[in-house]
Nanobody, 122 residues
Framework: QVQLVESGGGLVQAGGSLRLSCAPS????????MGWYRQAPGNQRESVAT???????NYANSVRGRFTISRDNAKNTVYLQMNSLKPEDTAVYYC????????????????WGQGTQVTVSS
């Protein structure tokens, strides 16, 4: 059973930085797109940044220029470097990865992490 394990959340003052990490545990065949999403209380989950297996990135307008998504394919790990954090960045951040879990399956499936809390104080 594949699980995504996130780390790196916490409490930081406005203007500070945090780095989130996410990697799968368990056995799987391959990973394609990976990304970070967030959900603040009372809001819907929104995309923050995504990265393809080839390194093509996309960012939400609200974080472009402040956040950087990257991945280490050798470690199957995706990172989110968050700089110049603002109170409105406060949310639970979720990692998502599209994974082929077993040999012989054509389809890939989306797996989600358990979420990590990021709180930015003013």
């Amino acid at each position: 059973q594949v699980q995504l394990v996130e780390s790196g959340g916490g409490l930081v003052q406005a203007g500070g930085s945090l780095r989130l990490s996410c990697a799968p545990s368990g056995s799987f065949v391959s990973i394609s797109d990976m990304g970070w999403y967030r959900q603040a209380p009372g809001n819907q989950r929104e995309s923050v940044a995504t990265i393809s297996s080839g390194g093509i990135t996309n960012y939400a307008n609200s974080v472009r220029g402040r956040f950087t998504i990257s991945r280490d394919n050798a470690k199957n790990t995706v990172y989110l470097q968050m700089n110049s954090l603002k109170p409105e960045d406060t949310a639970v951040y979720y990692c998502k990865a599209r994974i082929r879990p077993v040999v012989g399956l054509i389809n890939m499936y989306d797996y989600w992490g358990q979420g990590t809390q990021v709180t930015v104080s003013s």
